[in-house]
Structure formats: structure tokens, C-alpha cells
């Protein structure tokens, strides 16, 4: 089994920064993909980046590219969400996700996070 718990979120005003942490347990991950998504009230959850473990191949939804940041540290077990030039559209809760199979770094993911909140007032 794995977990995985989210951290880093908070209220921020548009144009500034936030850093999400997803620590991940039980498992060995140098081999799995992780990635972030989020979902916006009345929206569904939507792919936000990923990056696979053992390369650091990442993959960026268009509407991050340039102003967020995957990264990862294996022997933490932990990927990191650097988000900057925050927009008020980019408010939605941040879920974490994880997966031990090969694949598009987009979806299949089948382990998840509870979420941590990300606020952007304008």
C-alpha cells in the first residue's frame, strides 16, 4: 500500500508563490511516475504535471508551462509543486497522485493524496 500526504498550501495574493510537498510511504518509488492535479469548485479534477521517478521526464498542462515546477527528491520519497505567478484561476485543491505501472504521465494514476487547499485572491 501507499500514502501520500500533501502539504504547502495556503492563501496567497495573485502574482506570488507557493511550494507543495507530497511525501510518499510504503513502497519504493524510484521507479513510479507522480504528479499533481487539481480540481476547482464545480469543476473537475484536471491534470496539472508529472514526472517520472527514475528520469525526471515531466509533462506540464499548457495552462502552467513557464510558472510551475515539478521536481522530485528519491531518497525523500517527495515531489515538489513550485508555483509562482500565481493567478486567482489557479485556486483549487491540490490533490497528489502516484502510480507503479508505465504509461503516459498524464492519467492512470491509482494512488492519491487527500489534497491540500491553494487560495489566490485577486
Known amino acids: 500500500q501507499v500514502q501520500l500526504a500533501e502539504s504547502g498550501g495556503g492563501l496567497v495574493q495573485a502574482g506570488g508563490s507557493l511550494r507543495l510537498s507530497c511525501a510518499a510511504s510504503g513502497r519504493t518509488f524510484g521507479y513510479f511516475s507522480m504528479a499533481w492535479f487539481r480540481q476547482a469548485p464545480g469543476k473537475e479534477r484536471e491534470f496539472v504535471t508529472a514526472?517520472?521517478?527514475?528520469?525526471?521526464?515531466?509533462s506540464y498542462a499548457d495552462s502552467v508551462k513557464g510558472r510551475f515546477t515539478i521536481s522530485r527528491d528519491n531518497v525523500k520519497n517527495t515531489v515538489y509543486l513550485q508555483l509562482n505567478s500565481l493567478k486567482p484561476e489557479d485556486t483549487a485543491v491540490y490533490y497528489c497522485?502516484?502510480?507503479?505501472?508505465?504509461?503516459?504521465?498524464?492519467?492512470?494514476?491509482?494512488?492519491w493524496g487527500q489534497g491540500t487547499q491553494v487560495t489566490v485572491s485577486s
Open positions: 497522485a502516484a502510480k507503479g505501472i508505465f504509461g503516459p504521465l498524464e492519467d492512470g494514476y491509482n494512488y
Open positions: 514526472i517520472r521517478m527514475s528520469t525526471r521526464t515531466t
